[in-house]
């Protein structure tokens, strides 16, 4: 999925004469902390809520354009740079722009929160097994083996390291929400199972539906 694809419609955009007061409004009103300045089509930089709090609320976004941003993506890159890039930036809204600098438009962080659920099956059903183990020993072929000889197969998987502790984890979604047999058969080839989620996180979930709509109705 490219950025070009999930485009926020929504989004505004500004220009140099607009006020800070103007520009800080409409951040208030749409929930973000940047939006992009755009001249002409192209995309100038983001500008930051707190680059104008110390300015006079009449004043124009020309007095704070030394201090735009010129973080953006480039529309056919995928969307996880997109991710990265407000992850490392703190970012409620990443531009996304041509290669010649032309600015295409711009993706909210609540939108590549969706998309990255969509990415990762964390909107399907199913059950959720966390493995820990060496990152030599990690065989997908093995595992997806190992999950099939119980009738299930695995939806999503996802690793990570973590270097504070250098350990290996391995996320896998399964498509059913019983997984005893999974989990026994994983203990017996000597896996070491950090975390599972199964047939109680569906009956959690059905539990927290149940009383939102009681809760709704006032019962």
């Known amino acids: 999925m490219l950025n070009k694809e999930i485009i926020s419609v929504s989004l505004p955009t500004l220009n140099l004469n607009d006020s800070v007061i103007q ?26 809520e707190q680059d104008l709090m110390n300015l006079p609320a009449d004043s124009l976004l020309q007095a704070a354009g030394e201090r735009l941003s010129k973080v953006a993506v480039r529309a056919e890159s995928h969307f996880i740079e997109a991710i990265q890039m407000a992850n490392d930036y703190h970012l409620s809204v990443v531009p996304v722009i041509e290669q010649e600098g032309e600015y295409t438009g711009a993706i909210s962080a609540t939108d590549l929160l969706h998309h990255l659920g969509k990415l990762t099956g964390a909107s399907e059903p199913g059950a959720i097994i966390v493995l820990e183990m060496e990152q030599r020993n990690f065989s997908f072929s093995e595992l997806s083996k190992l999950v099939e000889t119980n009738d299930a197969q695995i939806t999503q998987l996802n690793t990570y390291w973590d270097n504070s502790t ?46 939102h709509l009681m809760n709704y109705l006032n019962i």
């Open 23 to 48: 520009t800080l409004e409409m951040m208030d009103e749409f929930h973000v902390s940047q939006l992009p300045v755009v001249d002409n089509g192209k995309y100038l930089g983001l500008v930051f």
């Open 166 to 211: 250098d350990t290996f984890f391995v996320t896998l979604k399964i498509n059913k929400f019983e997984i005893s047999d999974i989990i026994a058969t994983f203990q017996r080839y000597d896996y070491q199972i950090k975390y599972y989620f199964g047939e109680e996180l569906y009956e959690n979930e059905l539990r927290n539906n149940y009383d």
